[in-house]
């Protein structure tokens, strides 16, 4: 099992970019497949972004494909989530979330990932 704690969000103009952090600690995080899902009021958890624990793999949602990008520091055991272009349909909480050795494609199923963080709120503004 991770603890996960999500930073970086806040409030931006549509057009503009953030950075969400997601620091990981009490397990190996190189075992470790990293997500980012998002939730708007009303609506149902979204696939965002995946990063494969065993290689370079990644995958995105159609609607932030191109503006957004995974990247993940093992060095920090800390995965990342820019943000570009930012649009008021990505205001959402965004979880990040783990699974150990989580492996296949594409990794889009909330229901894979056993490990959570409490979310960080990103508003667009228009």
């Known amino acids: 099992q991770v603890q996960l704690v999500e930073s970086g969000g806040g409030l931006a103009q549509a057009g503009a970019s953030l950075r969400l952090s997601c620091a990981a600690s009490?397990?190996?995080?190189?075992?470790?497949?990293m997500a980012w899902f998002r939730q708007a009021p009303g609506k149902e958890r979204e696939f965002v972004a995946a990063?494969?624990?065993?290689?370079?793999?990644?995958s995105y949602a159609d609607s932030v494909k191109g503006r957004f990008t995974i990247s993940r520091d093992s060095a920090n055991n800390t995965v990342y989530l820019q943000m570009n272009s930012l649009r008021p349909e990505d205001t959402a909480v965004y979880h990040c979330a783990a699974d150990r050795w989580l492996a296949g494609a594409p990794l889009r199923n909330p229901r894979e990932y056993d490990d959570w963080g409490q979310g960080t709120q990103v508003t667009v503004s228009s």
């Open positions: 990063s494969r624990w065993n290689d370079d793999y990644t």
């Open positions: 009490g397990d190996t995080f190189s075992y470790y497949t």
